[in-house]
Every structure is written in structure tokens, then in C-alpha cells.
């Protein structure tokens, strides 16, 4: 056929990071996950909050009278080694490669090689890995023997956290039932009242964002489209919603619906996060581990293409006074599933 990709591709150091793995955790996309993204940093990876001293002034008087630096939160994020690998069948992959590059017209289908072909397919394989680490991020449990295992995500770390203490991570209400009218905007109401005071504090510093599930947004959405006196809301119900906000805080939906939350990864339905967007961050390494590589090449053996990216990542949070979460009930575990 003339169409089958040889040309093996191996990025390492330096190539890893600014041809594949940069434009991953940068730009729009990255930013708009509403959390901290950590590439690359020293093993092992650190999140930091600094808190600003509350009272810096003294009355005048000769001398150095010195004060309390201000204080600093640390934890460390595990990262465990990952790999993604794909493999493709000839005609498929070239289809999917085609569909990259078919309206560039520099391109000659008939020698499919050099930078277009490069770009096309590393972009189709950091699609993949980009999707991959978002939803683990979410959904990663590592006692799970398939399916986002890799690294425990944020809802495995913050329900487990969930208490009463002032060292617990808080639930505000009880369960949240979507199929209520105006439900989202009075969970987000209660979450902004009931938070801990450090997490009120912050919304002064414009970094507080409700990271919610689609139901929930979609809820509020509903809830800010039904309002008929606002000139706001009759043009959003002709443009369309680009940010959502309650009461000058964004809603970002956090995009895993796509999931069965309930069925395969026992986690509550609906869901609703406040925090500080500092808070919560999704660390990925490809410096500080030995074999680091993203590698694509074609097996004649087997008559496919392949891809294999090897890499580290992880994800936490940092401090549980700074997270509020309303959730639904969570789903009961049957026999079935404790087997």
C-alpha cells in the first residue's frame, strides 16, 4: 500500500520535554483545569503555600525588633512510574493520521514522512497520554486491579480525608440531589458559607474555584438560565455560557462524565469541590527518571505501529482547611463488587 509509517521516532531529555511533553501541561487547555500543574520539578516534588503574616507593623522604636517569617505549608507528592502504550494496525493508523493532516497542503499522501508526519502523530499519542493522566487524576485508585490504577487520584485522597476535625477535610450538607431545581446554587451557597474561615479568607485573593461534576453544572446552568430579569442571562441564552460564576468564583466542570463513576469506580454521581486553585496539583516528571522516553515505531512482525511513553506522575492536595466538598450518596458495594 505504500502507507504503512517505518520511520522510528525516540525522544529523550531535552527533546521529551519541549517537543512532547510541554505543550501537554501548558497553555489554555492546562490552565483551565483550575488546578496547580508541577512539570518537571526536583525529586521529590513539593507543594508549597506560603501564608502571609497577619500583623508585620510595630510601634517605632530604635533598634531591630525582628518578626515572625511568614508561615510555609509543605507536602510531598508521590509520583509512581507510568507507562502509556498504544499499538495501531497499518490502515488504521494511517486513518487516524490521515484525519491530522489531510488539509494541510503541503503534505504528499504518497510520501508520508518528515514534520507533518512527526507532528501528526505525536500529536494523536499526546492526545492520548493527555486524557489518560486527566481523568487518573480524578478517578485513580491504585487498590483497583484495572483502570485508572496508576496513581491515587483526587477523590480517593479527599474522601478518604473527609471528617469532623478542623484537620479533616470538610463536607458541607448532605447528599446533593440534582434532579432538585436550583440545587447546584444552594450547595455552592452553603459551601461558601459553611467553609472552614482559612478557605473564606481566600476569596479575597481571587483564587477560589468550585471544580464540580456535569450534573452540577449543569444544574447552575440551569439555574442562571431561568432567571428572567437579568440582561446578563438573555445574552448568555443567545452566546452561551463561556465561564460560569457564583458570586465572582468561577465553576469549572471537571470533565468525567464521560466515566460510569457510580457503577465502576464506587464514587458519588454528583460532586462539588471549593478550594483554592493552588491547592490541589497534578505533578509529571520525565527528568528524574532513568528510561524516560517517548518512543513510536512501526513492528513488522506483528504489522502494526506502536507507541510507548514512559514518565512519572502523581497528584495531592496540600492543605484539607482550604477544600470544602458537597457530594451525593455514595453508591453501596454489593457482593459483586467486593469480589
Known amino acids: 500500500m505504500g502507507k504503512v509509517i517505518t520511520n522510528p521516532k525516540n525522544y529523550t531529555g531535552k527533546e521529551l520535554e ?29 507543594l508549597n503555600f506560603w501564608k502571609r503574616a497577619e500583623d508585620v507593623l510595630k510601634k517605632y522604636a530604635k533598634g531591630w525588633e525582628g518578626g515572625g517569617i511568614a508561615d510555609k505549608y509543605q507536602k510531598t507528592i508521590a509520583l509512581s512510574r507510568v507507562k502509556a502504550e498504544m499499538g495501531y494496525a497499518a490502515e488504521e493508523y494511517f486513518g487516524m493520521i490521515y484525519e491530522q493532516i489531510t488539509n494541510d497542503p503541503q ?8 514534520t507533518q508526519l512527526e507532528a501528526a502523530e505525536t500529536a494523536l499519542f499526546r492526545a492520548s497520554i493527555a486524557e489518560s493522566i486527566r481523568a487518573t487524576m480524578w478517578l485513580g485508585d491504585t487498590t483497583r486491579e484495572s483502570g485508572f490504577n496508576t496513581f491515587d487520584g483526587f477523590f480517593k485522597r479527599l474522601y478518604a480525608d473527609i471528617g469532623a476535625t478542623e484537620n479533616d477535610i470538610q463536607r458541607i450538607g448532605t447528599d446533593l440531589d440534582m434532579t432538585q431545581a436550583d440545587a447546584a446554587e444552594d450547595a455552592f451557597a452553603a459551601m461558601l458559607r459553611e467553609a472552614p474561615e482559612a478557605l473564606r479568607a481566600m476569596k479575597s485573593q481571587g483564587r477560589l474555584v468550585f471544580l464540580v461534576t456535569r450534573d452540577v453544572y449543569e444544574n447552575y446552568e440551569d439555574t442562571l438560565l431561568s432567571s428572567p430579569n ?33 457503577t465502576t469506580y464506587q464514587l458519588p454521581e454528583s460532586c462539588a469541590i471549593l478550594t483554592d486553585s493552588r491547592n490541589l496539583a497534578l505533578a509529571v516528571n520525565t527528568n528524574d527518571y532513568p528510561g524516560a522516553e517517548v518512543r513510536m515505531w512501526y513492528n513488522p512482525d506483528e504489522m502494526e505501529n506502536r507507541q510507548r511513553a514512559i514518565f512519572m506522575a502523581g497528584c495531592d492536595y496540600l492543605l484539607p482547611e482550604l477544600i470544602a466538598v458537597a457530594h451525593s450518596a455514595k453508591p453501596t458495594q454489593t457482593d459483586d463488587d467486593s469480589e
Not at 519541549?18 to 513539593?46: E, H
Not at 442571562?233 to 466515566?259: H, L, S
Request: no cysteine.
Open 230 to 262: 437579568l440582561e446578563s442571562v438573555r445574552t448568555e441564552k443567545i452566546n452561551g455560557n463561556t465561564v460560569m460564576k457564583f458570586r465572582g468564583i468561577p465553576v469549572k466542570d471537571i470533565g468525567i462524565d464521560a466515566y460510569d463513576l457510580k
Open 107 to 114: 503534505v504528499n499522501l504518497d510520501d508520508l514522512s518528515g
Open 18 to 46: 519541549q517537543i512532547f511533553f510541554r505543550p501537554l501541561v501548558s497553555g489554555p487547555d492546562a490552565l483551565d483545569l483550575g488546578i496547580r500543574l508541577m512539570y518537571n520539578m526536583p525529586v521529590p516534588t513539593t
